[in-house]
């Protein structure tokens, strides 16, 4: 852009021989220069706001890692006791200091054993020792200890590898993964970065890649901001990319197409193919889906557009205001709650998802959908709801013209049908609201359900 001073402006006011659209043409750059230069002032005195709203209180801190100290040093004791070789190291957020504040901590502490033959049993059997834990189940059981109301410690147990392709799970390169952060992540202020990018997804809902999220990993986010070197312009990059972003962070791959080619094609399905600096064959984003990618780009438009420290809170949805206004529009708001059998976290939430993804599709058929929103927290239930119109009718497929059997079955369950090419149709009234068809849904569907790990069904 070009730099222009009130002064140069003024000169050519003054001067005869400069045009009318040449001024035109200074003023508005100068104008523009202006604008710009204010909002990036803006923007900048709003992100330093957001740091010190996300910055965990120091007091936090200290209770978390004494309580942290303790436990490390009753694992120490646990694992020499029962002469299992396995070595202790703390990863995520924490080691890597780029945790943001949250209602609830979790620290992942990893237990690296130099085979994966038997280790979460290995692991149960030292934590049997120190407290009361639960088992989660995954690819690999690992284990959760609630130390307080608002702090919890999942251990892991891991493969310790040479070679990231001896891994036998995405846990055992966790090692890898701190590692490279704290070798390449220096400086307070990309870690400072880091923590506003994550504050903003996860006050977006884009912070996870819990398959009931499928947004930006934690790891994911640290990599971007370090490629890109800062919010801004990791926010701006991403809302300017036109085809599938390919980012490759250490040069493992000569160019674009050779990493097409060479990575599995199940992990190229992602809006963005971000390398993992330390296995060249993973996409470190490969869980981050296009629906969640284009929600995110929208929330960074909205940001650069009218920016606010709001944009980094976590939006509690208004329930009441949402019914509030379905009665306004004369629309129909239910509230429903389902309940899983399966293990909370991933497991239930992503089962929970599916359904309610079903559900909406169910709905559709008879009703346009105005609203709707779907909200788990790693219980073994999710609660969503629909705010809905009637369609007032409804067409209803028959079987194609030649099926004479068929036909016959079709127009004795509806009286009036119609032939559109080679298929037979009718158009049905609707004379049911939402709740008397969620009623009658779960009658017909109790099978369904259940094949889809769904327990219960109910309307708040």
Known sequence: MLSLTLDSILTNLINPRASASAILSQRLIYITQKFLNVMVKKIDVILNQVLEKIKPPEEDLKIINNSLKDFLKKLEAGLKKHRINAEVFVGGSFAKNTVIKKDNYDVDVFLRFPDDKNISEQTAKVLKGIDKFSVMHGSRDYFQLKISPDFFIEVVPVKKVKNPKESENITDLSYSHVNYIKKKLKSKKILDEIRIAKAFCYANNCYGAESYIQGFSGYGLELLIYYYGSFLKFIKAMMNAKDKLVIDIEKKFRNKQEILMNINSSKLQSPIVLIDPTYKQRNALAALSHETFEKFR????KFLKTPSVKFFEVKKTDLEKIKQDAKKNKSEFILLEAKTDKQ??????????KFYRHLESEISRFFDIKNKGFDYEKEKSARFFFVVKSKKETLCNGPSTNDKKNIAAFKK????????????????KINFNLKEFIDKWKLKNN???KDMSVEELKII
Do not use: N, P
């Not at 369950?413 to 049905?428: D, L, N, P, V, W």
């Open 344 to 353: 909370e976290g991933d497991v239930a939430g992503s089962k929970l998802l």
């Open 447 to 449: 099978g369904k359900m």
């Open 298 to 301: 929208g929330d960074c438009r």
């Open 413 to 428: 369950r509806h009286k009036h049908t119609f032939i559109r090419g080679k298929k037979i149709f009718s158009k049905e």
